[in-house]
Every structure is written in C-alpha cells, then in structure tokens.
C-alpha cells in the first residue's frame, strides 16, 4: 500500500515542473516565429538555408534572449498562477458559505462542536502554558535555576527524598557548592496586614537576600533587600511589597518605598515593590517579601546552628556550561566534606539532587503539572471526538449532496477542484469554531482559574496571543483534517460510486461506523475517568482521619501585643494567656448551637511536636518512619469535640489539670508499639527526662492522621492541657450542632469579645485545612467529569446524526421490509439495534483502554481500582441510554417509511 | 532594411499595444504588423519584441492564451487587457504631446546670428 492514498496525493498535486515547461512553451513560441519568418522569406525569393539563417539573424542573439524570456515567462506564469488561485478560493468560499447557509442547523451544530473542541484546548493550553511552559515570571535564564533535594537511606523506607533544609546546610552549601553562580534559600506562609479587626491575612514569602539575584529578578519599584539586611544576628525590619498588594491596598502609590507598615510581628519599613506576577519559584501568589532571618527566629533558637529543624526551601543557579548532573554530584561533594552535626545521622552522607522548579521537594513533579497534563489529555481527546464528529457530517452531507456533484462533474469540474471544494468548507467551518471558540476558550479559562487552580497568580488574561494562535493553529488543522476523508473520496472519485452504488462504501452502516464507535469508545474512557476520580474523591472526603473534620471549627487568637522583653514578663503573660483561652473555652461552651468545646496544643493538620520521651523498659523510644512519637496537650473534652473515638480506658477527667495528677492518654500505635505484650493502660511514660515525673496511661483512642490522607501509622500521645512544657500554641475546638460554616463567624465573635488579653480572634472549618489535600482528586474528578459530559454530548449528537442518514439511506429496505408486512415495533428494533451495536462496541474498545492505561491512573486514585464495577456499570448504563435517546428520533422516522415511495423512488 | 531606424527606447511596448489594439495576434503577426505599418523603416530585432511582450504581459497589460494558427501550428495569441487599453491611450497621448513638442523645437527656423 502507497504510503500516501492516490486521492491524496492528487489533492496536493502542484506543479512542481512548471519552469521545465514553461521553458519548453518559450521556445516553442520562438521556433514558429522563426519557421514564419524563413517562410515568409522564402516566399519572396529566397533560397530556403539562407532563409532560415537570415530568420535566425533577424531574431537575434538566442542564447541571450531565451534565458531571459524564460526568466519573465515563470514569474508571470507563477503570478497568474497565484491569481487563478486566489480567485479560485474567493469563488469556492462563497460558495462554500452559501452552501452552509443553506443547512444553518448542520452549520450550527459542526461549529459549536469545533468551538467547544478547539476553545477547550486553548483554554487548557494557557494552563499549560503557565504551569508547565512558561513557569515562573521574570525569571532570567530560568533554566539554569534548580531546585535542590537532598536523598538519604534510611535503614527501613529505604531512599527518601526530600527538599526542606536547616540553616546550616543552606549556608555550607552557598559557601562551598562550586557549581553554582548563587544558593539562595525561601519559604512561604502567611501575616497578617494592618492592626485591630480589621487586619487582613496575606501571603507571606520569606527569602534569604541573595534568592532575588540568584532568580535574576528586578524590583518594579525601590530595591530588593540587602544580605546585610538580612543578617542572621540583627536582621533589618524591611519588607517588599508584591504588586498585587501594592496596587490593591497602598492604590499604587510611588511613595510608598521608605514606609513603614503593620505585619503581623510589628512595624516593618517599605524599602521595594516586586514586579507584577513575580511569585519567586512557585505560582502561588505573594504579598509581602520578608528577609529569611527575621521568620527562622521563630523556628529554633539556635537556628543557625541547629541540624534537627529543617523549613528552608532551596534552589541555585547552576553556572553557564555546568550540567545539572555534574553541579549535583558536586554539591554532594561539597555537603559532605562540610557536615558538621552528628555523624552518624544519614544526612551525613546525603545525596544532593538539582530537579526543575516545577518539582516539590520530595523529586516529583507537582500535582498541578500533573493535573494540567491530564487536562491537555482530555481536551485532546474532546477534540478528536469533535474533529471525528464533523469529519463524519461532512461526509453524510458530501453523499447528500450526491446529485449537485454530479452535475459539477458532469460539467467537467476536475476531481481536485471537487476535493478543494470540500476543504475550503471545512476549513470555513473550522475558521468560524475558531472564533467562536476564543468564547469557550475565555470561559473555561475563567473557570479554571477561579476553581481548580485558584491559589495560583495569573498574570496574564484568560485569552492571550499565545492561547490565540493556539487557536488559529488547531482551526487550521482541525480545518484540513474534518475535511480530509470527504475531500479524499471526491478525489478518488469513489464518492461516485459510491452513490451509485447506493450505500455508500457498499456497508449498511456506511462511512459513519467507525468514527461512531471511536468515539463511544473515547467517551466511554472519558467517563470512566470521571467516574474514577469522582469515586477516589468521595472516599477521601468521607476517609475517616481518626477525627470528624467535617463537624469541628477551629478557633485562634490574636493577642494585644505588649513588648515582653524580661522573660519573668514572658512568664506571666502566658499565664495570663492560658487563663483568657480558659475564659474563651467557657464563652464558647455555652454559646447556642455548640455541642462542644476544647483546647488544644498540636492538632491534626495544624501542627504537631515531638518531645524527649523516655519509656521503662525500653532503652530508646522505637522510630517510626513516620517519626514522633507525637505529643498533644488538650482538655477533657477534646476528644469527643474532635470525634477521635476511644477504643479503651478512659479520656481525661476536667480535673486533670496544671498541678494535678499526670496522667497520658496514647493512640492504638503506640499502645501496640511500646507494649506489645502488656495492657498499655497503667503503663508510665516520662517525658523530657530519664527521671522525670511518671505519666500514667489512662486510655487508648484511635490513630489520627496527622498531615496526610495515606499516612503510615504514627505513635501519639495526649496529656492534660497545662501539664505541658516547651511548647505551645493553643486552638480552640468546637462542635457546632449545624454545619460548621454557618457558626464560624459567631464563634469569632464569642471568643474577641469580652477579653482585654484578646486583639481579636479567627474561626474557620477544619475541613479548610484538609480541602487542599483533596485538591488532587476534586481536580480529576471535575476535569474527566466535564470532559465526559461534553464528549458525551458531541457523541450524542454525532450517533443521532449518523442514525438519522442511516435511515435516511436504508429508506428503501425499510420501505421493503414494511411492505412485506414487517410491523413498526420491528422496525424501531432494527434501527436502535444498529445503533445499540455502535456504542456496544464503543464501549467493549473504550473500556478495555480505560483498563489498560489503568497502571497509569491508579496512582492519581484514592482507594479505588481502575476495574471499580460501579464505574464500568454506571458509564455502561450512560452510554447506553445516551445511545437509545440518540437513536429514537430516527427509529420512529423509519417506522414512518412510506413503503410505496421508498419503492418508487428506485 | 539598411535603412532602418533604431527604435527609440520604451516606444515599443506602445507600439506593441498599438498593434494588439486592433485583435488578438500572435507573436509574429505583429512583427509583420509593425513592419507594414512603418514600411519597413522601424529596426527591431525579433527577440526584443518577444521580450516586449513578456515584459507586457507580466505587468497585466496584455494577456496570452495558447491557440492554433491557420496552418495548425500551436502559437500563443496575445490580446490587450483592459489595464492594456488604459496604458496605451495614456502613453499615446504622451507620445504624440512629446513628438509634437521635439519636432516643433527642431523644425523651427534658425536663427541667423
């Protein structure tokens, strides 16, 4: 078989010879100018060699002029070539575009499908764009920036990567690393803006001095901080501003470099304005640029010294000409000769890793990269089915058609021109989806960005010239490609004959078969997706995490500030601050609506420590991969607030307090891990020292996840609120009878007011916390669920067609089997079975893809298996149903056949 | 022909023009054209008429279509396009204008000094 189809390749014959015989018409032409001429000499008198050669002389020097006559005959040939074409094509659009005027609801419906297809890829590619190609604004050289990960083994998990680092390392590895132009070290949270309650929260980045030099970025406005500015001894209180909050709250005054503004830990000075969309190395968006030294001081005391807290981001600038691989194995150099903590810990002999910024810290690639992958796959997917749809209208209209076609070549119109009259209609029809599609385009980009990648800046619109010429370039090919298979069969001529026939290609269900099963069976995978996700987010959401999220408000304070320089005025503020948290857990618990209330240090999701712990009977605590043991001091009733439930023992008595009796309460794995053998109820744990006061183990509650949804099992322990030491950061907890949201802001209230102690106070559902862990799945689940429900839709609507020209088609055998006595209910039979066998088939292709390409999905699930028989049987029964809704106008049309016209009509 | 004139330059598009004016011809039906309507007194070698008309027809002002002569020999017939038609009343007048003004100049008297 040809590698190109001879229809095709006539379609694009061009005259690729046209100088040889352009030339070879030049000197035709000149050839009977001189036989005249010797001719005409001849006939007065001369003798025929001379008058040949005095032809010649006359028409002078050939070898001159030929070359030269060639030369304007080509250009001018060439010109008229491009005329004819052009106004070939004026001739063949209009009447391409009275022709699609003529059939507005085929028109309508082959541009609305191409306009959902093409205006949905754009819109994802402005996704991709941003998140993929693009990256971070106003990077220079972004290329050569990296993330930097460290890989240690552990004795039990094996190699573990990670991406968070302490001072130390951060600081050995900018003096030492020789690979790179510049180390530059960041992390991100959030502040508060202004004072009193109407203080505002905002995100906060914190960066050492050198990560704007090592991005490569400028200031908008001012300067970016200086490394003495940020000093690890006496760091300046100076901040940059992003330029989302410059313009939003300052009105984008030029004056506001050298003023002072209100974070949350104080005054800060003013001294730049970051430029617009700059989001340092991750998407998310920035308000205010804090020097590094200023937030490390809260994380330990001994920061810059300490190898046990790691909360520095880290990423360099690989010098020109450096590879990736060299400049790692020569940062791990450089770590090593320079670690100077414990030696026998396994980051002593880590691995330095340089991965893309589009990377987290653990060496894989972000949820939202993988995310706007899939998203790229499904639109495309959505407009293949589209390009499939329209490919197939044009050919039921070509066949239509049949009769002014032939008369086009029964007046001689060369096949080709036939063909190109098919493409310039496509291409018109895709031209008009294309500009009906920079709409779809701009509001799917709308939704995308307001609902599935709501955290991320977005400097520039929804339609950008970038996603236009995206969506001039798919029209285009969309345009040749829908029109390619009925511009095929003009050219080869079987479209003829294939109307001769009378069926076309000679099978009943004719040219439409294929596409319709390609499709079923592409929406059949869609929905499977979507199904898949939708199930995978169900489960995580209603996962139980060992507490009830879903019922509990989570509430903070902020506190008047006093300067408490002295720590005996530390001291007796935090006396007077757990006092004024007991005051508020009153006003709470007797708040209408409440169930009920607690307090708690370190909560799942919010924050958790770690403290010494010695246990008799052990020499050392086990380690876990997961670390801990993990420590909570919380009320009495916390755990019934929070809905961990108790499996045995009992919870803390409201006299367990500051003072009292030390008791513990420990959760199912560390009551398995520590005593496996004994009662862990009774047991004595110690904490911070050897000989430190006994906790007695009261009771046992069930584990609770801690960070994760898929969390490996983690020792935990609880003691009394007020028996704790060297930790703190108190939460409120309270159960409301009704759904949380609508209590949030009565809570807020009932804990502000009535306290000196307390500027004002926060209140949000726990579920906040945990919704971006679900972002994943509710990500999957609305992407496959809308591509699916739109691929449905142009499946739909694409079997409906190709059943009605089905019928249209069989009118004759209909009109027979009528005749012969065939009653309408077998009728209706015959043509829903048609249509039954399509998405039969559709589906049996489709879902065996979906099976198939499972090993690559079920990483992205939650709980769920790509062979979920409620998925396979819901999209089966969809499917179907869509097939029978499709089919049933043009299976009560058949029943309708006029048996004495269908007759006649041969 | 020893007595013929040089064609001064850029009449010959005209002339050509001129010549098409009354009909389609093909390439040596106007040199004969040109010859019979100057006596034979215009010099012009063959292949710059051709050139002429290449040059005429690349820039639209005539139009070339393959036909057969009268002996069954296929020749490319030129006609005047419209464009053809406007250029040539345009450069006719100019022409004329221009040869009036040189002979009115040269044939004047001299003047005795």
Redesign the interface.
């Known amino acids: 078989m040809p590698l190109i189809r001879p229809g095709i390749r006539r379609l694009f014959d061009l005259t690729l010879r046209r100088r040889d015989r352009v030339k070879h ?1 030049v000197e ?3 050839a ?2 001189i ?3 010797a001719e ?1 000499l001849r006939a007065r008198g001369t003798g025929p060699d001379e008058a040949r050669l005095e032809a010649l002389r ?5 070898d ?2 030929l070359p ?2 060639a030369q ?2 080509y ?2 040939d060439r ?1 008229m070539g491009i005329r004819e074409w052009l106004e070939a094509t004026a001739q063949d659009t209009r009447y391409a575009l009275r022709g699609l005027r003529r059939e507005p609801l085929f028109t309508g419906f082959a541009v609305a499908t191409l306009a959902l297809g093409i205006g949905a890829n754009a819109a994802v590619y402005g996704v991709v764009d941003r998140l993929l190609i693009r990256g971070p604004e106003h990077l220079n050289d972004p290329d050569r920036i990296v993330r930097i990960t460290a890989t240690i083994t552990d004795e039990r998990r094996g190699e573990v990567t990670f991406g968070s680092f302490g001072w130390v390392m951060y600081d050995n590895l900018r003096r030492h690393a020789t690979a790179f132009d510049g180390v530059a070290a960041y992390d991100r949270g959030s502040t508060t803006l202004g004072r009193g309650r109407t203080a505002r929260v905002i995100e906060s980045g914190y960066a050492t001095a050198d990560f704007f030099t090592v991005l490569g970025v400028r200031p908008a406005l001012g300067r970016f901080y200086q490394a003495d500015e940020d000093d690890p001894v006496s760091p300046a209180r100076v901040v940059v501003i992003g330029d989302a909050l410059w313009r939003g709250q300052f009105g984008g005054d030029r004056s506001i470099v050298g003023r002072e503004i209100e974070l949350g830990d104080g005054q800060y000075t003013v001294v730049g304005v970051a430029p617009k969309g700059f989001t340092g190395v991750n998407l998310r968006r920035v308000d205010v640029w804090i020097p590094m030294s200023i937030s490390s001081r809260n994380v330990t005391s001994d920061w810059t010294r300490s190898w046990n807290a790691s909360w520095l981001q880290l990423v360099g600038r690989v010098k020109q000409g450096v590879t990736p691989a060299a400049a790692g194995a020569e940062a791990t150099r450089a770590h090593r000769a320079s670690y100077d903590g414990l030696p026998s810990r396994n980051l002593a002999q880590a691995r330095i890793g340089l991965v893309p910024l589009h990377f987290t810290g653990e060496g894989t690639e972000a949820s939202e990269t993988a995310v706007s992958r899939w998203l790229l796959g499904v639109t495309v997917v959505v407009l293949l089915i589209a390009c499939t749809n329209v490919s197939n209208l044009l050919l039921a209209r070509a066949v239509r058609r049949r009769g002014e076609v032939g008369v086009r070549l029964a007046l001689g119109a060369a096949r080709a021109r036939l063909a190109r009259l098919f493409l310039t209609e496509s291409v018109l029809l895709a031209a008009f989806g294309g500009v009906m599609a920079l709409l779809v385009a701009a509001g799917i980009s709308t939704m995308v960005r307001q609902f599935l990648l709501s955290d991320i800046e977005w400097p520039a619109s929804p339609v950008s010239a970038r996603v236009l010429g995206v969506c001039l370039f798919v029209s285009l090919v969309v345009g040749l490609a829908v029109g390619l298979a009925p511009a095929a069969h003009a050219a080869r001529g079987s479209l003829m004959s294939a109307i001769q026939r009378g069926h076309p290609s000679g099978r009943r269900l004719g040219f439409g078969a294929w596409p319709t099963v390609l499709q079923a069976g592409l929406t059949a995978s869609l929905l499977i997706g979507a199904g898949l996700f939708t199930l995978s987010l169900h489960r995580a959401r209603t996962a139980h995490l060992g507490f009830e999220s879903e019922r509990v408000l989570v509430g903070q304070i902020y506190w008047i500030d006093e300067d408490q320089s002295d720590s005996a005025a530390q001291a007796v503020a935090r006396a007077e601050r757990a006092q004024a948290w007991q005051r508020a857990l009153e006003r709470v618990r007797v708040m209408p609506g409440i169930e009920r209330a607690a307090l708690g240090v370190g909560s799942p999701f919010g924050s958790s420590f770690s403290i010494r712990l010695f246990v008799p009977g052990w020499d050392s605590i086990p380690r876990l991969p997961t670390g801990g043991p993990y420590i909570s001091a919380v009320t009495s009733d916390y755990f019934a607030t929070v809905g961990t439930r108790l499996m045995r023992g009992r919870v803390f008595r409201e006299t367990e307090r500051e003072g009292t009796d030390r008791v513990a309460v420990v959760n199912e794995t560390m009551a398995r891990t520590l005593w496996p053998d004994r009662d862990a109820i009774g047991q004595c744990i110690r904490m911070w020292e050897v000989h430190g006061p006994c906790s007695r183990v009261v009771g046992i509650v069930e584990d609770a996840r801690r960070y994760e949804l898929r969390e490996e099992p983690t020792m935990q322990y609880y003691i009394p609120l007020g028996q704790e030491r060297g930790f703190g950061g108190t939460s409120l907890f309270a159960r409301p009878q009704s759904t949380p949201r609508s209590v949030a802001d009565a809570l807020k209230h009932t804990i502000e007011t009535n306290d000196a102690l307390i500027e004002r106070a926060v209140a949000w559902p726990m579920r906040e916390a945990i919704d971006p862990i679900l972002r994943p799945w509710r990500l999957g689940a609305t992407i496959f669920g809308l591509g699916g429900l739109l691929a449905l839709l142009v499946a739909a609507l694409g079997l409906y067609s190709v059943m009605s020209y089905s019928v249209a088609q069989r009118s004759h055998e209909l009109g027979v089997r009528i005749a012969l006595g065939a009653s309408s209910r077998r009728i209706v039979a015959l043509v829903m079975r048609q249509s039954l066998v399509l998405a039969a088939a559709g589906l049996a292709g489709g879902i065996l893809v979906a099976v198939w390409s499972g090993r690559w999905v079920e990483g992205l699930l939650f709980e769920t298996t790509v062979r979920e028989p409620s998925v396979i049987g819901l999209t089966i029964a969809v499917l179907v149903a869509t097939a029978v809704a499709a089919s049933l106008l043009p299976a009560l049309r058949a029943r309708s056949v006029d048996p004495m016209r269908a007759l006649r009509s041969d | 022909m020893a007595e013929s004139l040089p064609v001064v330059k850029g009449t010959l598009d005209v002339l050509v023009l001129k010549a098409l004016s009354w009909g389609p011809m093909h390439g040596f039906e106007v040199t004969r054209w040109l010859e019979e309507r100057s006596g034979g007194k215009l010099g012009i070698e063959d292949s710059a008429l051709y050139q002429s008309l290449y040059r005429l027809e690349e820039r639209g002002f005539l139009s070339g279509e393959w036909g057969v002569t009268e002996n069954n020999r296929r020749a490319r017939y030129y006609r005047v396009t419209s464009d053809g038609r406007t250029h040539l009343r345009a450069q006719a007048t100019q022409w004329v204008k221009y040869a009036e003004a040189v002979s009115g100049i040269l044939s004047a008297p001299a003047r005795s000094t």
Request: aromatic share 4%.
């Open positions: 018409d035709e032409e000149i009977l100018h036989d005249l001429r005409q006359r028409f002078g020097t050939l001159l002029a030269a006559m304007t005959a250009r001018r010109r």
